[in-house]
T-cell receptor
């Protein structure tokens, strides 16, 4: 079992729709969760971080965390063609690895104009 | 300068060459990282330094040699690399459990 799993996609959504990206993780001790966006040939840039169960909203982005289900998601409202990128889920292993950040393989999102 | 800066942006080297990647962070973070990103694979953690001490070493071949002279600078020394080492090498910094901040990366091609 991979430590952080994401569907590789591509996930195609029409412009203006909601894109829903999902991620599961295996280490129950994980404490910090992050979503990064990576354009082709570029480095990852942080979109959202979430540390406690529930929803966290920032503009068009909402991160959702459910530690009991070991599940974290990212919703992108009013999707734009510029949102087309690969979205990486990252997990910090907390007590079992303060400086250990594990990444999923990423989900490629295509927003169709 | 702000954030995390990496040099060079692109590097082509032969298998017998020796080269170094450089990273500098201006964020006051206490940890610095090297990650490798190959096509169709997740980001692979190579090394972590916290307060200039190596705290993670993910079974990386000895042809990769990290150096952290202080909390703001990190190097990755490369020698006798293989073609399969061609990848994007990313430097990052963070405070513990806080988000990683990445540099722009070095695209390495080994010929």
């Amino acid at each position: 079992q991979k430590e952080v799993e994401q569907n590789s996609g591509p996930l195609s959504v029409p412009e203006g729709a909601i894109a829903s990206l999902n991620c599961t993780y295996s280490d129950r001790g994980s404490q910090s969760f992050f979503w990064y966006r990576q354009y082709s040939g570029k480095s990852p840039e942080l979109i959202m971080s979430i540390y406690s169960n529930g929803d966290k909203e920032d503009g068009r982005f909402t991160a959702q965390l459910n530690k009991a289900s070991q599940y974290v998601s990212l919703l992108i409202r009013d999707s734009q063609p510029s949102d087309s990128a690969t979205y990486l889920c990252a997990v910090n292993k907390g007590a079992s690895g303060t400086y250990k950040y594990i990444f999923g393989t990423g989900t490629r999102l295509k927003v169709l104009a | 300068e702000t954030g995390v800066t990496q040099t060079p942006r692109h590097l082509v080297m032969g298998m017998t060459n020796k080269k170094s990647l450089k990273c500098e962070q201006h964020l006051g973070h206490n940890a610095m990282y090297w990650y490798k990103q190959s096509a169709k694979k997740p980001l692979e953690l190579m090394f972590v330094y916290s307060l200039e001490e190596r705290v993670e070493n993910n079974s990386v071949p000895s042809r990769f040699s990290p150096e952290c002279p202080n909390s703001s600078h990190l190097f990755l020394h490369l020698h006798t690399l293989q073609p399969e080492d061609s990848a994007l090498y990313l430097c990052a910094s963070s405070q513990a459990r806080e988000p990683l901040h990445f540099g722009n990366g070095t695209r390495l091609t080994v010929t």
